[in-house]
C-alpha cells in the first residue's frame, strides 16, 4: 500500500503563475484534507472533502480552491501565486479519527 | 471548533533521559480525541499516540506515554529514555467526535544531546 502520495514534492513558482498539487490515497478513506505547515504556526487547515464530489473551507482557504472529481483523489489548485503561499503544503485522509499524511510539497513562490 | 496550546516552542533532553512535552486544549465537546505527532527532519508526520476522551486510562505507546488531565484539559506526553531517533517537531492535535479535521498546535521542537 502507497497510503497518502503527493506530487510534486517540489515546486518553485513565479508571482502570478497557477499550479495544481495532487494528492492520492488508496485506503478508501472517505475523508482528505489540505493543510500548510508556517514555521512557528503548526498545520492549519485549507480545505477539506468528506466525500466524492464534496468540498468545504478550513481556516485558511483564501487563494486556493480544491476538487475531489474521484474519491481516491484530492487536489489543490492555486490561480495566482503569491509570495505570502510559500509554504510546506500537506495532504492527509481518514476514516474515523486520526489522519494519514503524505510526506508533503515544499513550494516556494519568488 | 478546538483550540491546542503548545507553550514550549522548544525543548532538550539528554539521551537516556525523561522529557515531558505540555498540551492544552480547549473545546465544548464532551466526546473527542486528542493526538501526538511526530515530525523527524524528512518532514512525514508520524503519528505516536492517540487517547480517546472517554477513557480514563492513559494511553501509551512502548517509550511513549500521555497524562490525560480531562477536567483541566491537559494531555502532556511524557518519553522515557530518549534516544537520538526522537529529535524532531512534536505536535498536540484534537477533533471532536462529530468533527473531521484535526487542529492542531504550533508545535515543540525537541532536541536530544548525547
Known amino acids: 500500500n502507497a497510503g497518502v502520495t503527493q506530487t510534486p514534492k517540489f515546486r518553485v513558482l513565479k508571482t502570478g503563475q497557477s499550479m495544481t498539487l495532487l494528492c492520492a490515497q488508496d485506503m478508501n478513506h472517505e475523508y482528505m484534507y489540505w493543510y500548510r505547515q508556517d514555521p512557528g504556526m503548526g498545520l492549519r487547515l485549507i480545505h477539506y472533502?468528506?466525500?466524492?464530489?464534496?468540498?468545504a473551507k478550513g481556516e485558511v482557504p483564501d487563494g486556493y480552491n480544491v476538487s475531489r472529481l474521484k474519491k481516491q483523489n484530492f487536489l489543490l489548485g492555486l490561480e495566482s501565486a503569491a509570495p505570502s503561499q510559500t509554504s510546506v503544503y500537506f495532504c492527509?485522509?481518514?476514516f474515523g479519527p486520526g489522519l494519514t499524511f503524505g510526506s508533503g510539497t515544499r513550494l516556494t513562490v519568488v | 471548533a478546538q483550540t491546542v496550546t503548545q507553550s514550549q516552542p522548544e525543548m532538550s533532553v539528554q539521551e537516556a533521559e525523561t522529557v515531558t512535552l505540555s498540551c492544552t486544549y480547549d473545546t465544548s465537546e464532551s466526546d473527542y480525541y486528542l493526538f501526538w505527532y511526530k515530525q523527524p527532519p524528512s518532514r512525514q508526520m508520524i503519528l505516536v499516540i492517540r487517547q480517546e476522551a472517554y477513557k480514563q486510562q492513559n494511553a501509551t505507546e512502548n517509550r511513549f506515554s500521555v497524562n490525560f488531565q480531562k477536567a483541566a484539559k491537559s494531555f502532556s506526553l511524557k518519553i522515557s529514555d530518549s534516544q537520538l531517533g526522537d529529535a524532531a517537531m512534536y505536535f498536540c492535535?484534537?477533533?471532536?467526535?462529530?468533527?473531521?479535521?484535526?487542529?492542531f498546535g504550533k508545535g515543540t521542537s525537541l532536541l536530544v544531546t548525547p
Open positions: 472533502s468528506v466525500g466524492e464530489g464534496t468540498t
Open positions: 492535535a484534537c477533533v471532536s467526535n462529530s468533527g473531521y479535521a484535526l487542529n
Open positions: 492527509a485522509s481518514s
